[in-house]
C-alpha cells in the first residue's frame, strides 16, 4: 500500500515539474517575440538569470492559479458565458502581472495586453501539457472525480446502502442497432453485460446466444443484463418518448412541432419555451412530479423529470432567472477543470475535421441518398457528439460518487449524425463505438461509488433509413398541399429544420435566442392559408383560420382536390382526419377510408406498419391539438424505407420502420419489463416500468403483482 502511495506521489510530482517546465520555456520564447514582454532588466541580464526569472516567474503564476482560480471559477458561474469568457482572459493577465511583480529579480514587466496574451498562451500551454498526462492516469483522472464528489456531498446526508439507478438513454439508437453493433463488435461493453462472446472471423457471431434474453451458452461471461423492445407512440420522436418516460404523460403531443389553434402558435419539442409548457401539463394531468422526484439528477434532457439536481435541460433553459444558470452549470463545472478542456476542445476540432472528411468522400463517391452537410453542421456535429457527450458523462459520473438514488441522462451523438449520414454505415458505426466506451466509464466508476449502481440503457426511439420526400419527388410536402388547394407553388423549396435536440443544447449552452431560426410562433401570411409543419415522416397540415379541427366534409367543401391529391399520392402512406359521420377516418389511396373503431378488422392502409398502429393513431386521433389533416409518409417493410419531409436521410417522428422499435437494457437484479405474453408499448408504460423498479431498489417486491397493476392502469 505505501509503495502504491509513492508511485501515486511521484506521478503527480512528475506532471507538476513537466507542466512547470513547460511553462517556463513557453515564457522565454514569449518573452523572446514580443516587444512589450521582457524578462530583464533595461542593461541587460546574463542567460542564466533571465532563465532563473522565467522558472520562478512560471512558478508563481502557476501557483498563484491553483491557489486563486478554482474560488473565482465558483463566482464566474453566475455571469453569462460572453462576460465569463472576457473575465478569464482579464484574471490570467491579472495573476501573470502579479507574479512578473513577485520575481526576485523584480525587473520583468509586462503590458497590460500583452500580459493577456502571455497568460492566455501560458495556460493553454500548461492545459494541453497538463491534461496530455493526465489523461494517460486513470488514477489522477478517478481522483479528479472524488474530489468533484466530496463538493456535491458536502451537507448532504450520508447515502443509504439500497441500490441507486442510472438511466442512460442513447438517443435515437434502435434496438436492431444495437444488436448488429453487437455483432460487429462495436460495443463490447454492451455485448460483456449481456454476455455475448466477441465475433468470429467475418464478424459472425460466436455461438447460438440470443442477446434479447441474455443468455450466453457458448460465452464464458455471465450475462447481467436482459436487451428487450419497445413500442413508440405515433409520434416516435424524443419530445413525445422523454415527456412520457420521465413524467408519465405524453397526452397531446402529436408531433415535434403541431400548431395549437387555441393559442395560435407553434409548439417545438426542443424549443425551451415549449418544453416548460409540456412539463407543466404533464405534471398537472399526472399530480405526480415525475421519474426522478425522489433525490435524482436530470442530465441534458428535455425535460426535467421532477428531479431537484439538474443541468442541461432544456425546459428550465428559457427562464431568466437564477435557474437558467442550473441549467447551463454543468458546461462550466466541467471546462473549469483545464484536463477536460483541452482532451474535450481537441476531440471537438478532430471530430469537425472527420465529418468534412466523411461529407467530401460521400460526395465524391456519390453516395445516395444525401443531404446537405455544410454550413454549421460540422461544428453542431461536433458538440453532439464530443462536447454534450463528455459533459453529460462528467455529470453523471459525479451524481454517482454523490451516491444519487435515480440519474436520467440523454447521450444524442448517435441520433445527430444518424439524421445526416442515415442510420446505417460508418459514420454511425464510430459515434456507437465511442457511445460504449462512455457506457463502460460510467461502469467503472460505478464500482467506487459509495453505494451500488444499476445502469439500466434505453433509447427512446430508432431511426428510419430513406431519402427525402423532396428528393424523390422534386417538392416538398408544403408545395403539394398548396397545388391540392389551388395555390402558386413556388419554384424553389424552403429547406425544413431538422429538429436535432444537438441544435437547442448549443443555444442554450451559449445563451443564444432560444427559439429555432426562422421559425415562428406566430405563423403570418394570409390566415386562410393553410400551415404545413413536419416531424421526420410525420407531416401536419392545419387551417388557422377555423378555430376548430376541422372535418373532412369541411376540407372537402373548401378544397374538394386536397385529401384526393393528397391521399393518392405515391410518397403517402396513408392520412388522419377527423369525420362528422364516422369520427376519425384513415384515408388511403384509391378511395379507401376506412373509421378507426373498424380498423382491427380492416387495417387498410396501415397494414404496411405491423400491429399496434392502429391503436397510435387511434390514441392520436384524441388529443385536443390534433392537426386538421395528419399525414404519415409512404414506408417499404421490405426495407425499412420511409420518406421524411424533412432534410434527412434518417428520421424518425411517424410510424414505419425501425423508428418505432427502441431498445430497453436492464439489469437481471430487476424485474422483468412485462410478461412473456404482454408488449410493452407506449412511453407511459415504459414510465410505469421504470417507477417499479425504482420501488425494487427500495426493498423487496412482488413483480407479479406489480405488473397486473400496471396492465390495470
Request: charge should be neutral; proline fraction near 6%.
Amino acid at each position: 500500500m505505501r509503495g502504491v502511495r509513492w508511485r501515486r506521489a511521484a506521478s503527480q510530482v512528475g506532471r507538476s515539474v513537466a507542466v512547470w517546465g513547460v511553462s517556463t520555456l513557453t515564457m522565454l520564447v514569449l518573452a523572446g517575440i514580443l516587444p512589450d514582454f521582457r524578462l530583464q532588466s533595461a542593461d541587460g541580464d546574463s542567460a542564466t538569470t533571465i532563465a532563473v526569472t522565467a522558472a520562478v516567474g512560471a512558478g508563481v503564476f502557476g501557483v498563484l492559479s491553483a491557489l486563486l482560480w478554482p474560488p473565482l471559477v465558483r463566482l464566474l458561474l453566475l455571469v453569462p458565458a460572453l462576460v465569463l469568457g472576457l473575465l478569464v482572459f482579464f484574471l490570467n493577465g491579472s495573476l501573470l502581472l502579479l507574479a512578473l511583480r513577485l520575481t526576485p529579480s523584480g525587473q520583468s514587466e509586462a503590458a497590460p495586453e500583452t500580459a493577456v496574451i502571455v497568460a492566455a498562451v501560458m495556460s493553454a500551454v500548461a492545459s494541453a501539457t497538463g491534461g496530455a498526462l493526465a489523461v494517460r492516469d486513470d488514477d489522477a483522472y478517478r481522483r479528479r472525480l472524488y474530489r468533484l464528489a466530496d463538493r456535491r456531498r458536502r451537507g448532504v446526508p450520508a447515502c443509504p446502502a439500497t441500490p441507486g439507478t442510472v438511466f442512460l438513454q442513447l438517443d435515437g439508437v434502435g434496438h436492431d442497432v444495437l444488436v448488429a453493433a453487437m455483432g460487429k463488435g462495436l460495443m463490447p461493453t454492451v455485448a460483456e453485460w449481456l454476455g455475448v462472446p466477441p465475433p468470429g472471423p467475418g464478424g459472425t457471431q460466436r455461438g447460438g446466444d440470443d442477446p434479447r434474453q441474455g443468455r450466453a451458452s457458448g460465452s464464458r461471461v455471465r450475462p447481467t443484463h436482459r436487451l428487450g423492445s419497445w413500442r413508440t407512440d405515433w409520434s416516435s420522436q424524443t419530445g413525445a418518448s422523454q415527456l412520457g418516460i420521465l413524467h408519465g404523460s405524453n397526452h397531446d403531443v402529436p408531433a415535434f412541432r403541431w400548431y395549437e389553434k387555441d393559442s395560435q402558435e407553434v409548439m417545438v419539442c426542443n424549443r425551451p419555451t415549449s418544453a416548460a409548457e409540456l412539463q407543466r401539463r404533464a405534471v398537472e394531468r399526472t399530480g405526480d412530479g415525475g421519474l426522478l422526484s425522489a433525490d435524482g439528477a436530470s442530465r441534458g434532457n428535455l425535460f426535467s423529470g421532477g428531479a431537484d439536481e439538474q443541468a442541461l435541460v432544456l425546459s428550465i433553459a428559457a427562464r431568466r432567472r437564477s435557474r437558467e444558470t442550473r441549467s447551463r452549470s454543468g458546461y462550466f463545472a466541467y471546462f473549469s477543470d483545464p484536463a477536460n478542456a483541452v482532451r474535450t476542445a481537441l476531440s471537438f476540432v478532430a471530430e469537425v475535421v472527420r465529418e468534412i472528411t466523411q461529407s467530401t468522400r460521400a460526395r465524391l463517391r456519390g453516395d445516395h441518398p444525401r443531404v446537405a452537410r455544410g454550413g454549421l453542421y460540422p461544428f453542431v456535429r461536433a458538440f453532439a457528439t464530443v462536447v454534450e457527450r463528455d459533459v453529460v458523462v462528467a455529470a453523471v459520473m459525479g451524481d454517482m460518487l454523490a451516491g444519487r438514488t435515480a440519474v436520467y441522462a440523454d447521450l444524442v451523438a448517435y441520433d445527430e449524425v444518424a439524421h445526416h449520414s442515415g442510420p446505417l454505415g460508418r459514420d454511425t458505426e464510430q459515434v456507437l463505438g465511442r457511445l460504449d466506451r462512455a457506457l463502460g466509464l460510467i461502469a467503472t466508476v460505478a464500482e467506487h461509488a459509495p453505494r451500488p449502481y444499476r445502469i439500466v440503457v434505453l433509447s427512446d426511439h430508432g431511426q428510419s433509413p430513406g431519402e427525402t420526400f423532396r428528393a424523390r419527388y422534386g417538392l416538398t410536402l408544403g408545395d403539394l398541399v398548396r397545388a391540392g388547394c389551388g395555390l402558386p407553388v413556388p419554384r424553389k423549396a424552403e429547406r425544413t429544420h431538422s429538429g436535432a435536440e444537438a441544435r437547442a443544447a448549443v443555444r442554450a449552452a451559449l445563451r443564444r435566442p432560444v427559439e429555432e431560426g426562422g421559425e415562428r410562433h406566430r405563423p403570418s401570411g394570409r390566415g386562410s392559408e393553410p400551415i404545413v409543419l413536419a416531424s421526420g415522416n410525420l407531416g401536419l397540415i392545419s387551417f388557422p383560420d377555423v378555430p376548430h379541427r376541422m372535418s373532412k366534409e369541411e376540407i372537402d367543401a373548401r378544397h374538394p382536390a386536397l385529401l384526393t391529391t393528397l391521399a393518392n399520392h405515391p410518397g403517402i402512406g396513408f392520412l388522419l382526419v377527423r369525420s362528422e359521420e364516422h369520427g376519425g377516418l384513415v384515408l388511403g389511396a384509391y378511395g379507401a377510408e376506412i373509421p378507426l373503431d373498424r380498423l382491427d378488422r380492416n387495417p387498410g392502409p396501415l397494414a404496411v406498419f405491423g400491429p399496434g398502429a392502429a391503436d397510435a393513431v387511434r390514441r392520436t386521433h384524441s388529443f385536443p391539438h390534433t392537426a386538421d389533416i395528419m399525414v404519415n409518409s409512404f414506408h417499404d417493410p421490405a426495407d425499412g424505407e420511409v420518406l421524411a419531409f424533412e432534410e434527412q436521410i434518417g428520421s424518425h417522428g411517424g410510424l414505419g420502420g425501425a423508428q418505432a422499435r427502441p431498445f430497453l437494457l436492464s439489469p437481471l437484479a430487476l424485474s422483468a419489463p412485462v410478461e412473456d405474453d404482454e408488449e410493452l408499448a407506449g412511453a407511459e408504460h415504459v414510465h410505469r416500468v421504470l417507477c417499479r423498479w425504482l420501488r425494487e431498489s427500495n426493498g423487496p417486491q412482488v413483480p407479479v403483482e406489480t405488473g397486473r397493476e400496471e396492465r390495470a392502469a
